[in-house]
């Protein structure tokens, strides 16, 4: 072994001695030199297994060689826990080989440490280190802290007083975990404030509102595009001091009632039509002849009819059977029978009968 030696100038000299190693190498040698001291790469999140990151080249006397062989050494995010996010090709090409550690979440990056080996005529390495930063996407919709929110509001209170509020976090960094608040639908009482999720009166309530409110709430992040949550604020209405509390307001039946008014019309109407034509067809008068032409135990009287009204008369006619009974042995013959006021074209028995050259008179039941 080589050893240098080191001597002060006092009159007590003293020395210290260190070895030194010398290592000669041969002088055709050649080892494997990175084209870089290091890699640096940006790398967005939701990168897809497979997709090629950068290459990290080793070169032999300044030149590619293909004896070369890579390896990744180790992989460790900032966080200082180890990972299996890439790996490498046999050209020094390094890949995402699990897209599920490529979350910026956890860690904003992931530092890479590769190996270049050259094996003949002896084994000789070089190391390079490969720094990947990841950048944020929107991958992350917003969350409330509660899927149900449960407040009460009392009546009287003066508008733009507190009710309630409600809180969303995105995981997201940048304007992706940005969180803006909204109702779902249009509120007639309540609003909410887009920034800090505080909800207010913003209509006085009375005793003819609702006895209570589900408001539905949505979270967005200012992201491209835009993800969402959603919670429900369920809301009391609660006696004012006075002691008077709200009554559910009713279903609508306006439209109903004008509709059951109008059939009920109609109906009436119809009923009033009915009742005019039966009281004119009752009071249609008609009068008839009939006569008997032999004797006979049985005649059919055929009559004529005719109305009373004004102008050309209407002509009807109706038949009346009758058994005869014979009388002292005579017949009635050639009698004229006069027709009494006939209604309907209806007809009754003769009720009365006379003596042959005289007339039989009938008359129609009401």
């Known amino acids: 072994p080589l050893f240098r030696s080191a001597v002060d100038k006092k009159d007590t000299a003293l020395y210290s001695e260190v070895p030194v190693l010398v290592i000669v190498k041969e002088a055709d040698a050649k080892w494997?030199?990175?084209d870089q001291r290091q890699y640096s790469a940006n790398l967005k999140e939701n990168t897809a297994s497979g997709t090629s990151v950068l290459t990290a080249e080793a070169l032999v006397d300044g030149q590619s060689n293909r004896e070369v062989a890579y390896s990744i050494k180790s992989q460790?995010?900032?966080?200082?826990?180890?990972?299996?996010?890439?790996?490498?090709?046999d050209s020094g090409a390094i890949r995402v080989a699990n897209?599920?550690?490529?979350?910026?979440?956890?860690?904003?990056?992931?530092?890479?440490?590769?190996?270049?080996?050259?094996?003949?005529?002896?084994l000789r390495t070089s190391e390079v280190t490969v720094l990947i930063a990841l950048i944020d996407v929107n991958d992350n919709a917003p969350i409330f802290g509660?899927?149900?929110?449960?407040?009460?509001?009392?009546?009287?209170?003066?508008?733009?007083?507190?009710?309630?509020?409600v809180t969303a976090t995105d995981q997201d960094s940048g304007r992706n975990g940005e969180v803006t608040y909204s109702f779902s639908s249009d509120q007639e009482y309540f609003s909410i404030d887009s920034s800090s999720g505080v909800v207010t009166l913003y209509r006085e309530l009375d005793a003819n509102t609702y006895d209570s409110y589900e408001l539905s709430v949505t979270a967005a992040d200012s992201?491209?595009?835009?993800?969402?949550?959603?919670?429900?604020?369920?809301?009391?209405?609660?006696?004012?001091?006075?002691?008077?509390?709200?009554q559910k307001r009713p279903a609508d039946t306006s439209m109903w009632i004008i509709i059951g008014a109008a059939v009920g019309g109609v109906v009436v109407l119809v009923v009033i039509i009915v009742v005019v034509i039966v009281v004119v067809l009752r009071k249609r008068k008609a009068k008839?002849?009939?006569?008997?032409?032999?004797?006979?135990?049985?005649?059919?009287?055929?009559?004529?009819?005719?109305?009373?009204?004004?102008?050309?008369?209407?002509?009807?006619?109706?038949?009346?059977?009758?058994a005869v009974e014979d009388i002292d042995d005579t017949v009635y013959e050639n009698m004229a029978a006069k027709a009494a006021e006939l209604e309907d074209n209806e007809y009754t028995e003769i009720t009365s009968a006379q003596r042959e050259g005289e007339e039989i008179i009938y008359e129609a039941a009401d």
């Open 32 to 34: 494997p030199v990175f």
């Open 76 to 89: 460790t995010l900032q966080s200082g826990s180890k990972t299996s996010a890439f790996s490498i090709t």
């Open 99 to 122: 897209d599920v550690d490529l979350d910026y979440e956890k860690s904003h990056g992931i530092n890479v440490v590769v190996v270049a080996s050259l094996t003949q005529p002896v």
């Open 146 to 165: 509660k899927e149900l929110y449960e407040a009460s509001v009392s009546i009287g209170l003066t508008l733009g007083s507190y009710v309630t509020n």
């Open 223 to 246: 992201g491209t595009p835009s993800m969402t949550g959603s919670s429900t604020i369920s809301l009391t209405v609660r006696c004012s001091a006075s002691g008077l509390c709200p």
């Open 288 to 322: 008839g002849v009939g006569y008997i032409s032999k004797e006979t135990t049985g005649f059919d009287i055929v009559n004529p009819a005719y109305d009373q009204g004004k102008g050309r008369a209407s002509e009807g006619k109706g038949q009346i059977n009758r």
